[in-house]
């Protein structure tokens, strides 16, 4: 089966630690983003990339950073100098950036930063 | 900036009673698409409407474009615990074609 795969579910870190979230899509689907969930302000945009090698700022991008050397996957880390870091994040694709391409989303990985 | 508002941002309801959120623009929007997170879930993608006035329908649930495509609605009939969960619209980005969230709407439904 076809799908975005997110791992850990549950992550736990120090303060003062970088931490890399893992996204792998086996869609063939070129468009990847990362997005933050806090409860009630909905879904953040953090970074996308439209093709491999490429890679945009989202909405909310300091203190993230991402790579896209494979078209498959999509890694976030989150750095030191996130303030706020704990947070639902979801990785999602789509065939190609546009507004006609629906998302496909992971199941998420949730940071608990103490 | 183009930016929608999603109202209400909570909604209880007794199991049958129907259910309606609403994502209003303050510009035009291209299209929409509407997606739903059960709890502890992540979003999945509901349907996408692009025509002005569109309507349609997945069985008790209806989404409606408005004339002047900045509005739109999801209405549910008849709600069962299974729609639990919180609904986003979203719409691309003008600009930058990026796909923008509405704050969502969470469902509660009491059997």
């Known amino acids: 089966d076809g799908g975005i795969t997110q791992s850990p579910k549950y992550l736990f870190r120090k303060e003062g630690q970088n931490v890399t979230l893992s996204c792998e899509q086996n869609l063939n689907h070129d468009a990847m983003y990362w997005y933050r969930q806090d409860p009630g302000q909905g879904l953040r945009l953090i970074y996308y990339s439209q093709i491999v090698n490429d890679f945009q700022k989202g909405d909310i991008a300091e203190g993230y950073s991402v790579s896209r050397e494979k078209k498959e996957s999509f890694p976030l880390t989150v750095t030191s100098a996130q303030k706020n870091p704990t947070a639902f994040y979801l990785c999602a694709s789509s065939l190609g950036l546009g507004n006609n391409s629906p998302l496909h989303f992971g199941n998420g990985t949730r940071l608990t930063v103490t | 900036g183009q930016q929608v508002m999603q109202i209400p941002q909570y909604q209880h309801v007794q199991e049958g009673e129907d259910f309606t959120t609403y994502c209003n623009s303050s510009?035009?929007?291209?299209?929409i698409q509407w997606y739903k997170q059960r709890p502890g879930g992540h979003p999945v993608f509901l349907i996408q409407l692009v025509k002005s006035g569109e309507v349609k329908k997945q069985k008790r649930l209806t989404f409606q474009f408005g004339e002047a495509k900045k509005n739109s609605s999801l209405h549910i009939t008849a709600t069962q615990t299974t729609d639990v969960g919180t609904y986003f619209c979203a719409y691309g980005s003008s600009n930058t074609g990026k796909l923008i969230f509405g704050q969502g709407t969470t469902l509660q439904v009491k059997p």
């Open positions: 510009t035009t929007l291209s299209n």
